[in-house]
């Protein structure tokens, strides 16, 4: 017994003794890897202070194109960027044209925090947070963050373009960053930060997975390495390309004039909540009865509540999980103790789908065109790690997905409801609501109101509209639509496209 109890406390102390020599070798050993990339950037950066980037580029509609999984619709994109790395400040003067869309636009980044900066002063903005993380991961301070970090680590080596990467790990404001590291030639190759997105709608997948590329590197003077092309993508999806062609180191900055104002930050880190209130306060305020027991909630996204006899059918949920649990509060305060049997979601965009995941909590039937189930099981399977919602801290309900093929049919009686997926060219990933016993139609996304010209931004959209409904035999008064909240009478579509 003895022996085996001096076995035991030899064996312990000998697994004590190897971890704590193990893990100060893997911290040394990121330590030296970064520092000889860091050789490898040049000692030129040592003298840099400021820097002026200029340059082109495409950024991928993503979450609003065609079809999810791609080709994706490009914006074209001109950008000039002020940096000074040191201060995490930065300011984006940019120009984009996005199809009949665009404009030039000014972002002023200090750290986390993101402002438009206009001819009526400077005001927080979310938008282009993908312009943020450029000052994060640009290498010359991705190597030094890494260096300052307590988490700093070196994780198993991999293979990332054909070449074997060294995998350095560190922690970066509470969200775990890899930086890939050539084993041949000590250049980083890529980065990866796993943080939530808002930007671009991404705010659906909770903590994303932004993996940036480094190419095509040229000397911005001497001994000055850069990158001078990026490559970015959001959870596998390719989001971004940009090349800078032209740069100016050490540029004459003033640097008041990149800082944004005490108040612009406290309304920046309010943002969240000010939208959101927004969006709730419009619901709560102005839901309508378009018909008996059924509701019009406005939002971002039109909202539609259907009582039936044995339970409550809701139509769309957008933006995000906490917007979600906010039309669950409105449909339970419009019918106290009522059921709700069944979700539908007529479209694929991020957007639309936002604030789903609230509802796969419920004992319910989720309806969608058959095409977007992948989409839906992704979202409903996204990591909400720093930010949980209902469905991470609760779990899945029974849920059961019904892709829709074909018209389909839910309940029965005054507000029977039949859903007809869009079988045309640009609208196979949404469907269309249709109320038979009320002459309601409801034509999901693929109906815009028309511009202050009179014009459609999409003609083609809303002629796939009157298309379907005449195919499809609809003997419909009214319609209304995910962005349009009144309804108009059929003869608007007849006089248009008939």
């Known amino acids: 017994m003895l022996h085996t109890i001096k076995i035991f406390f030899w064996a312990f102390l000998l697994l004590i003794t190897k971890q704590s020599f193990t893990q100060p070798q893997i911290n040394d050993s990121a330590k030296r890897i970064l520092n000889q990339a860091i050789i490898e950037l040049g000692k030129g950066w040592d003298t840099i202070r400021a820097l002026k980037l200029k340059g082109y580029g495409t950024s991928f509609i993503i979450d609003q194109s065609e079809r999810f999984e791609g080709p994706y619709i490009p914006a074209q994109i001109t950008r000039i960027m002020t940096l000074l790395p040191a201060k995490q400040v930065m300011q984006v003067e940019e120009e984009q044209n996005d199809f009949v869309y665009g404009?030039?636009?000014?972002?002023?980044?200090?750290?986390?925090?993101?402002?438009?900066?206009?001819?009526?002063?400077?005001?927080?903005?979310?938008?282009?947070?993908?312009?943020?993380?450029?000052?994060?991961?640009?290498?010359?301070?991705?190597?030094?963050?890494?260096?300052?970090?307590?988490?700093?680590?070196?994780?198993?080596?991999?293979?990332l373009q054909k070449a074997v990467q060294y995998v350095i790990y560190f922690v970066y404001d509470n969200f775990p960053v890899r930086i890939f590291i050539n084993k041949e030639t000590s250049m980083i190759t890529a980065a990866e930060i796993i943080k939530p997105l808002k930007g671009d709608y991404a705010r659906v997948w909770g903590d994303s997975k932004k993996m940036v590329y480094y190419s095509f590197w040229d000397l911005l003077g001497r001994n000055v390495h850069y990158p001078l092309q990026t490559d970015t993508y959001i959870n596998g999806y390719y989001k971004e390309t940009f090349l800078i062609n032209h740069w100016e180191l050490n540029p004459d900055i003033s640097v008041d004039s990149l800082v944004i104002p005490a108040n612009v930050v406290l309304d920046f880190n309010n943002l969240d909540k000010s939208t959101l209130d927004r969006y709730v306060e419009n619901m709560n305020k102005n839901a309508k009865k378009i018909a008996k027991d059924i509701w019009l909630l406005p939002g971002p996204c039109n909202t539609t509540v259907v009582k039936q006899a044995d339970g409550i059918i809701v139509i769309e949920s957008s933006y995000s999980s906490a917007y979600g649990e906010a039309i669950l509060q409105e449909v339970m305060k419009l019918y106290p103790g009522t059921n709700i049997k069944a979700f539908i979601a007529t479209s694929d965009a991020w957007f639309h789908l936002g604030g789903i995941r609230p509802f796969a909590t419920k004992d319910i039937s989720f309806y969608f065109p058959y095409r977007n189930e992948p989409l839906i099981r992704k979202i409903l399977a996204a990591p909400y790690k720093t930010f949980p919602d209902s469905l991470s801290l609760k779990g899945k309900g029974r849920i059961i997905l019904k892709g829709v093929r074909d018209v389909a049919t839910i309940g029965e009686g005054i507000n029977e409801v039949r859903l007809f997926p869009y079988k045309t060219e640009t609208g196979d990933r949404m469907m269309m609501v249709y109320f038979p016993k009320q002459k309601i139609l409801y034509c999901s996304d693929l109906f815009q109101p028309k511009r202050p010209d009179g014009k459609y931004w999409q003609p083609h959209y809303a002629w796939e509209v009157y298309h379907s409904v005449t195919e499809y035999h609809l003997d419909a008064d009214r319609f209304y639509a995910m962005h349009m909240a009144t309804l108009q009478d059929i003869s608007v579509l007849e006089h248009d496209f008939q």
């Open 103 to 159: 404009g030039n636009t000014t972002y002023l980044l200090n750290g986390a925090v993101i402002a438009i900066k206009n001819k009526d002063g400077i005001h927080a903005s979310d938008e282009y947070e993908s312009l943020q993380d450029r000052l994060l991961l640009s290498p010359d301070v991705l190597f030094h963050k890494a260096l300052a970090s307590n988490s700093l680590s070196r994780q198993k080596d991999t293979v």
